[in-house]
């Protein structure tokens, strides 16, 4: 089946520093991929739309020059977290949607721990 | 406005008992309704889903859902629990395929299966 795979699974990073997540579909084209973050024990909270080309779109309250969201290929889209805090460390999950056929498909997610 | 609710946080069972895990939508238009599983530190894996054909949908690992309209559930069932279901299950809506595909979580059930 279609694998969308999520790099680095785990990062521990210092206070201020910026940390990039990447999402990729490995064997099918996404012109659509989100960006989601997981709370201990919460449900996802849905964060962005990454369209390929285009800007992203942000979902209310979420600051979109503390989360950049690049999606320059239809195989790739990356989340920096910016000037990172530790109210930022939690679970960020990716999905992409296959162009052809709508189906969507989640990345096995990364966990941001900032000291 | 889409919302799901799923009733009980935790539920718990026994191996070969009946597993009922529910779920209650809001959706001012015909809704796409799934359920995905979520192991421990990974991503979501699509259990079923419906898209307005069969109203009893069969999913992966003997699971199963009926849309009931007029009672905007969506519950989850399996006949007999097995230890390896053991996970976090999450009911979802979207407001169709369309080009977003965008997903409303509920807050999750917790399952435990007891030997």
């Known amino acids: 089946g279609a694998v969308v795979s999520q790099h680095p699974s785990w990062v521990i990073c210092k206070s201020g520093t910026s940390v990039k997540i990447e999402c990729r579909s490995l064997?099918?084209?996404?012109?659509?991929m989100f960006w989601y973050r997981q709370f201990p024990k919460q449900s996802l909270m849905l964060m962005a739309t990454?369209?390929?080309?285009?800007?992203?779109?942000?979902e209310q309250g979420v600051e979109k020059d503390k989360f950049l969201i690049n999606h320059a290929s239809l195989t790739l889209s990356t989340l920096t977290v910016t000037s990172a805090h530790p109210e930022d460390s939690s679970f960020y999950i990716c999905?992409?949607?296959?162009?052809?056929?709508?189906?969507?498909?989640f990345g096995e997610g990364s966990r941001l721990t900032v000291l | 406005a889409q919302s799901v609710t799923q009733l009980g946080s935790h539920v718990s069972v026994s191996e070969g008992a009946l597993v009922l895990l529910r779920c209650n939508y809001s959706?001012?238009?015909?809704?796409?309704l799934f359920w995905y599983v979520q192991y421990p530190n990974q991503g979501l894996q699509l259990l079923l889903k419906?898209?307005?054909?069969?109203?009893l949908v069969k999913g992966i690992n003997g699971f199963e859902a009926e849309f009931k309209k007029s009672e905007t559930s969506f519950h989850l069932t399996k006949p007999s629990a097995h230890m390896s279901d053991a996970a976090e299950y999450f009911c979802a809506v979207s407001r169709g395929g369309g080009s977003n595909y965008k997903l409303t979580f509920g807050k999750g059930t917790l399952l435990t299966v007891n030997p």
């Open positions: 419906y898209t307005s054909a069969a109203t």
């Open positions: 064997d099918f084209q996404a012109t659509t």
């Open positions: 990454s369209n390929e080309g285009s800007k992203a779109t942000y």
């Open positions: 999905s992409a949607r296959e162009t052809n056929t709508g189906e969507l498909f």
């Open positions: 959706s001012s238009v015909p809704p796409y």
